[in-house]
């Protein structure tokens, strides 16, 4: 995207004054999400968005698979999700804002005992009008004749324990966006608004003092109330960028600036990979991509397996599926990620014993495909809850913790930061839905934990 | 202590052998306290109990204030403190057993805000029968003839904007104990029943493997199930010690293990220091340990002011005071400590600038003490609720995150312990009070946060 439309002189009036009375720290989705809505209800005040790189969803949101769901098992984030996604499909359908948005549905393949483990979270989506599809055995099987549905004859399946797919769970209401298109729409809203945005700008450090400044050598003490009274910055700027209340959305790398100073950022990351693989060149893989009968585009859904939730989607502007799978166990923590984003490079070693194994037993089409691009991200943990949340310590909000679902929630979670900056007991969510901004915070956090995780 | 008492010789046996039962790792109150408690319950099974340094107690137990109280906001922080004092008190005043405890009480001084914001808290506690006294202003002048009730003529007290003292909150079933001693008690026990401990033995690794070794380079992938296989350990033995299920009360040392492999450690610690002060040589401050009135030792409580948290407790066998603070703004989260315990050395500085100012406003028989020792220690919270926590993971069990009351729950977590390795679904603790294990546990969990935090 061209960025200089973004980028708004800063005078000195921004550095070391106390004048501003909005910084937000970070242009991923949570930055500019929070960034538009704080603008967009604050029209007279000034709210300056900053970020490291030199232009927005450079971080973990650019990174990500960028799709969206509302088939959540809580009830919490049923709400934050399908709100989001009902502005996204506002934009891009009612007001033609090309934000990549195809809702082409996820799939999950599975067992009849994993469909019955299902059946409460699914009951539990139902109750709460969430639309989803039951797929028995023979509808699959129809609608996918690349899949193979069970091993017996199959050594090496039967090795690695694959269960049998017995049937399926249609969502229809998520699918994939663009999420450098949405946050590019965010930023260049916040930024006709008045908002100015500073790209190359790194937050190096919260600067906390004493609420009433005594001109101690040593301020705040123990006995002092303190306040966050700006970042200091380097960069496209060095100096103290000062403001009435500050905005972190810094994602996995939250902890960097909140441990220093004494609060739990309440992340914790680990690295995440892509692979992509051409459809071109195999008819099969051409034909799975271009799968009828699932949704209006007449694409393949994004498929979940039922191991280890090796996944993939369709992307059909490339001709090509983007792969990925849960990896969770002996995979580190991280709870201050280096800056080193080369230090995030994908494993080709990971697909070809983790994940192809598993993807081309059940789709045999994958077995000759060769990996094209691949890369990794950082998938920013709450590991209380798997839900986000957003708290406000005095000046400060903090905003994070979406736990790999941060684009499909990234409307609501800003509505929310506008409404702690507010004060407002209730955020408004598109479509009119109030959510109550203590529920997402710590101290009266009032949340069901996320069952149905990917 | 003599330790040699508790060192068993160790044979091949424990090493890269898959015969032992049970391995609790740390020497801590959370790990003596389990692997006593595991080791009653369960005779028949090996159990190993492990630590880094050459006798127990070495780490943050050693370092603490060691006072316990019953009196928490929180009910589930009510049972686990209150059942683990009874047991505490039986094991002194029924077996005789000397853990160095002397009931002396809390007595928290406040502001009539600070009172009245303490009433709904005070009434949880009489609701379930946890002793509170309220002393009127007037009891807490005759009792502690050296306090400042008020500074109106004391400038630097009204710059410090320190709260007049409008009464008093007192715990009686609140005090101190002797560290050493209480954790030398759980593991002589142990060892006398057949337990094994093993000192100067670093943790260095969790190793995990799948739960079916199908022999592969690089298992366990994704798509197997894994269990922790043991620990690889250095110092007095090198290799690597297996075990059917391992214990990890490892305090705010837990993450270095867990966060390599995965699972979140769900603790972050805060350096916490304590000064000593001598009464002897000031006759006011010798006066002001043998305060009568409050217990029947004739002892001063450990006195709370309504600022930062500043506290000071009599130690009457030293004949000195032990002074602490809370010391929450600017004071850095640790997420994985430096084992260098160089480094937790107090500051001189922080005394003189944040903890004496405070105290001698009140207590101005302090203005001229000195501080005789000081040392610092590791606070690990859980920032969730300030509630300790304990759960399972397949063949893993993690306790810890005590948030500074480790030693006053110590008991009750050591049952809890027991009662998940024998996947008991109610840990019976100390005076047949049935507790939910998975009420501490993180899926399931189930408790009311502390408000009610020193």
Same mark, same amino acid.
């Given at each position: 995207?061209?960025?200089?439309?973004?980028?708004?002189?800063?005078?000195?009036?921004?550095?070391?004054?106390?004048?501003?009375?909005? *910084?937000? !720290?970070?242009?991923? @989705?949570?930055?500019?999400?929070?960034?538009? $809505?704080? =603008?967009?209800?604050?029209?007279?005040?000034?709210?300056? *968005?900053?970020?490291?790189?030199?232009?927005?969803?450079?971080?973990?949101?650019?990174?990500?698979?960028?799709?969206?769901?509302?088939?959540?098992?809580?009830?919490?984030?049923?709400?934050? #999700?399908?709100?989001?996604?009902?502005?996204?499909?506002?934009?891009?359908?009612?007001?033609?804002?090309?934000?990549?948005?195809?809702?082409?549905?996820?799939?999950?393949?599975? #067992?009849?005992?994993?469909?019955?483990?299902?059946?409460?979270?699914?009951?539990?989506?139902?109750?709460?009008?969430?639309?989803?599809?039951? &797929?028995?055995?023979?509808?699959?099987?129809?609608?996918?004749?690349?899949?193979?549905?069970?091993?017996?004859?199959?050594?090496?399946?039967?090795?690695?324990? *694959?269960?049998? @797919?017995?049937?399926?769970?249609?969502?229809? =209401?998520?699918?994939?966006?663009?999420?450098?298109?949405?946050?590019?729409?965010?930023?260049?809203?916040? /930024?006709?608004?008045?908002?100015? !945005?500073?790209?190359?700008?790194?937050?190096?450090?919260?600067?906390?003092?004493?609420?009433?400044?005594?001109?101690?050598?040593?301020?705040?003490?123990?006995?002092?109330?303190?306040?966050?009274?700006?970042?200091?910055?380097?960069?496209?700027?060095?100096?103290?960028?000062?403001?009435?209340?500050? !905005? &972190?959305?810094?994602?996995?790398?939250?902890?960097?600036?909140?441990?220093?100073?004494?609060?739990?950022? $309440?992340?914790?990351?680990?690295?995440?990979? *892509?692979?992509?693989?051409?459809?071109?060149?195999?008819?099969?893989?051409?034909?799975?991509?271009?799968?009828?009968?699932?949704?209006?585009?007449?694409?393949?859904?994004?498929?979940?397996?039922?191991?280890?939730?090796?996944?993939?989607?369709?992307?059909?502007?490339?001709?090509?599926?983007? @792969?990925?799978?849960?990896?969770?166990?002996?995979?580190?923590?991280?709870?201050?990620?280096? $800056?080193?984003?080369?230090?995030?490079?994908?494993?080709?070693?990971?697909?070809?014993?983790?994940?192809?194994? !598993?993807?081309?037993?059940?789709?045999?089409?994958?077995?000759?495909?060769?990996?094209?691009?691949?890369?990794?991200?950082?998938?920013?943990?709450?590991?209380?809850?798997?839900?986000?949340?957003?708290?406000?310590?005095?000046?400060?909000?903090?905003?994070?913790?979406?736990?790999?679902?941060?684009?499909?929630?990234?409307? /609501?979670?800003?509505?929310?930061?506008?409404?702690?900056?507010?004060?407002?007991?209730?955020?408004?969510?598109?479509?009119?839905?109030?959510?109550?901004?203590?529920?997402?915070?710590?101290?009266?956090?009032?949340?069901?934990?996320?069952?149905?995780?990917?």
């Amino acid at each position: 995207m061209n960025t200089e439309e973004l980028r708004t002189p800063l005078g000195e009036k921004w550095l070391t004054t106390m004048d501003n009375d909005l *910084l937000v !720290v970070g242009a991923g @989705i949570m930055g500019v999400a929070s960034a538009y $809505h704080l =603008k967009k209800n604050n029209p007279n005040k000034d709210v300056l *968005l900053i970020d490291r790189f030199p232009s927005p969803a450079q971080g973990n949101t650019g990174r990500s698979n960028a799709m969206f769901r509302n088939t959540f098992s809580s009830r919490d984030n049923q709400i934050l #999700s399908d709100a989001s996604i009902d502005f996204y499909l506002h934009l891009q359908n009612e007001l033609e804002i090309d934000i990549g948005l195809q809702p082409i549905g996820y799939l999950w393949l599975m #067992s009849d005992g994993q469909l019955s483990a299902s059946e409460p979270f699914l009951k539990q989506m139902e109750r709460n009008r969430i639309e989803i599809r039951r &797929l028995p055995r023979e509808e699959v099987k129809r609608l996918l004749p690349g899949l193979e549905m069970s091993f017996e004859s199959n050594d090496e399946a039967m090795l690695m324990d *694959l269960p049998r @797919i017995d049937g399926g769970v249609f969502g229809p =209401k998520c699918g994939r966006l663009d999420p450098d298109k949405l946050v590019r729409f965010y930023a260049q809203e916040f /930024s006709q608004m008045g908002g100015r !945005v500073a790209f190359n700008t790194n937050a190096e450090k919260l600067l906390v003092g004493p609420s009433k400044r005594l001109g101690l050598d040593g301020e705040p003490f123990v006995w002092q109330d303190s306040r966050i009274e700006g970042v200091q910055v380097s960069g496209s700027m060095t100096g103290e960028l000062r403001a009435e209340t500050i !905005v &972190l959305a810094c994602g996995a790398w939250g902890n960097e600036l909140l441990e220093p100073i004494g609060i739990d950022g $309440h992340v914790k990351a680990k690295k995440r990979q *892509l692979f992509t693989v051409p459809a071109k060149g195999s008819d099969r893989l051409e034909a799975l991509v271009r799968t009828e009968g699932f949704n209006p585009l007449g694409l393949l859904p994004l498929v979940i397996l039922p191991k280890a939730r090796v996944h993939f989607k369709p992307v059909s502007t490339e001709n090509e599926f983007w @792969i990925a799978c849960e990896d969770e166990v002996n995979r580190p923590y991280i709870d201050i990620p280096a $800056h080193d984003l080369e230090g995030y490079k994908a494993e080709m070693d990971f697909y070809d014993t983790s994940v192809r194994p !598993v993807l081309s037993a059940y789709f045999p089409d994958f077995r000759n495909a060769r990996v094209k691009a691949m890369w990794a991200g950082l998938y920013s943990y709450n590991t209380l809850d798997f839900l986000p949340f957003a708290f406000r310590e005095n000046n400060l909000i903090v905003v994070g913790g979406d736990s790999g679902s941060g684009i499909m929630k990234g409307d /609501s979670l800003g509505r929310i930061v506008d409404a702690l900056y507010r004060g407002e007991d209730d955020a408004l969510l598109y479509g009119d839905r109030p959510v109550r901004t203590s529920k997402i915070g710590f101290e009266k956090r009032d949340v069901e934990r996320e069952e149905w995780v990917i």
